[in-house]
């Protein structure tokens, strides 16, 4: 009889597909997948050694109710990321799960956000989220979590909503030093931390099941700083994107 993950994890430090505490899984995504849409993404976040197959069931009450909720707090979270639009103006999401391995609403609010970004819709910034947990109250944080995972751990989902910023002598810059700039050097990379600090807004945040009081915080800081993580995948995407816009556009 295989042990329960928790007495696993304990003796190997390593989670059942093979990642530490910290680390997210693969995460990749397209957009402009669907032409007849102003905006489309599809988000894939694949275990690094196993893959869940689809599944199929039939509707029941408790999926409805499911369904109702993931509804309300998708539009709960990405309406206030969004500027002001046009009086009469109306967005319509469609989110299709084609297959589900744990933490099925951060895949949907990451998936949104690509497609609202890939239509063109002003956002206030990129929303990304992730899920965190723990298998007991003296266990270690757990991040992205998996269906199995999920079954056995106490879990949140977290979202928050941060501006990304060109590299270091971004995109006007030569990238040639001046010792006389060192010190507005400073003072620039001072003030982008504190920016940095304001855009972390948690914009989402779910407690899943029960959670011990203790390790809430330090999930919550998690899940905060995998977000961070999923941000930088996600702004990754849409610049690869809007430069294959790009090139087909010259073409």
Known sequence: MPLPLSQTYALTLLRPDGRRWNELR????STSTQPAADGSAIDLQLPPFSQSAPTHTTTNPRTSKRLMEL???????????LFPLPPNSTVLLRLHVLSTDGSLLASLVNASTLALIDAGLPMRGILAAVT??????????????????????????VGTVGATRLPKGGENSGGYGDDDNDGEEEEEEEEEEEEGNKDRDVSLLVLENRCPVARLESLIAVGVDGCAQVRGILDGIVRRGAATAGGGMKR
């Open 71 to 81: 509804t309300h707090l998708l539009h709960r979270t990405l309406l206030p990321t």
């Open 26 to 29: 693969y995460l990749s995504a």
């Open 132 to 157: 965190s947990g723990t298998f007991n109250a003296d266990g270690d944080p757990l991040l992205d979590l998996n269906g199995e995972e999920e079954n056995e751990c106490a879990f949140l989902t």
